[in-house]
């Protein structure tokens, strides 16, 4: 329950920072960059969707620390 809920939050903050850079009509990031940065966010958010939650807790917290 709670992974996908969380997994759901993670996913709406993306999509949210995705129509506000639209909206702001910035400056499109080149592939070179925007390429890697989707593959780390996207694995990111399966430790969110797969690892029980206390264990997703513990390596979000030692990955951010």
């Known amino acids: 329950g709670w992974n996908f809920m969380l997994w759901g939050m993670y996913h ?12 702001l009509k910035l ?3 080149p592939r ?3 390429i890697p940065l989707t593959f780390i966010a996207v ?12 264990i997703s807790k513990e ?7």
């Open 59 to 65: 390596i979000i917290i030692k990955l951010f620390l």
């Open 32 to 34: 070179i960059i925007s």
């Open 12 to 23: 709406g903050v993306f999509i949210a920072i995705y129509h506000l850079y639209k909206y």
């Open 27 to 29: 400056p499109e990031i």
């Open 43 to 54: 694995t990111i958010g399966w430790i969110f969707f797969m690892a029980p939650w206390n």
